[in-house]
């Protein structure tokens, strides 16, 4: 079946980069859009960004000039980048994967990992 | 961006009753593109329903969507002790994905 898993660290200094990785099974990543999606904790969903498994990427505005998101098809595994971070970006990060064919249905997802800025 | 205002922002209903849960696009979203989750404490969003009617893979009828343009619904026909949950709606129309700011299902 097809899982999720997020992994990076838990806790990110402010102004530094937080760095996730999505290791995926149970399907090939090279299909589908992937992407990174989070919450503050006690807070609403919010869309970071998505990487088709050819390397194109689509990014939320708001978030735009401090994301990268990458793919390493090789070892079916996608990343998240985000730099010059602040208390705000705390949140639970989720990896996802939408149904076939469209770019926002997701019905995979990460179980999440919290990640917490502070110094 | 499209902006998607839920209500109400808490529905306190009882196992057995009938949940109506609304979701205003501040344009209008292709039904094809809008979606619906449920969360529940400590877990990821699960997938309910997509193209704002379709029913997602293991999802009880009772589970229904309509709507269309700027005004769509979720109902629980009758609610079930599981159901209480957080639900958003969603969507992927014209980018960047967003999603509503959620309704909060508890028990009377």
């Known amino acids: 079946q097809v899982q999720l898993q997020e992994s990076g660290p838990g806790l990110v200094k402010p102004s530094e980069t937080l760095s996730l990785t999505c290791t995926v099974s149970g399907t090939s990543i090279s299909t589908y859009y992937w992407s990174w999606i989070r919450q503050p904790p006690g807070k609403g969903l919010e869309w970071i960004g998505y990487i088709y498994y050819s390397g194109s990427t689509n990014y939320n505005p708001s978030l735009k000039s401090r994301v990268t998101i990458s793919v390493d098809t090789s070892k079916n595994q996608f990343s998240l980048n985000l730099t010059s971070v602040t208390a705000a970006d705390t949140a639970v990060y989720y990896c996802a994967r939408p149904r076939g064919g469209s770019s926002g249905q997701f019905d995979y997802w990460g179980q999440g990992t919290l990640v917490t800025v502070s110094s | 961006e499209i902006v998607l205002t839920q209500s109400p922002g808490t529905l306190s209903l009882s196992p057995g009753e009938r949940a109506t849960l609304s979701c205003r696009a501040s344009q209008s979203v292709s039904s094809s593109y809008l979606t619906w989750y449920q969360q529940k404490p400590g877990q990821a969003p699960r997938l309910l329903i997509y193209?704002?009617?379709n029913r997602a893979t293991g999802i009880p009828d009772r589970f229904s969507g309509s709507g269309s343009g700027t005004d769509f619904t979720l109902t629980i026909s009758r609610l079930e002790p599981e159901d209480f949950a957080v639900y958003y709606c969603q969507q992927y129309g014209p980018s960047p994905i967003t999603f509503g700011q959620g309704t909060r299902l508890e028990i009377k």
């Open positions: 193209g704002a009617s």
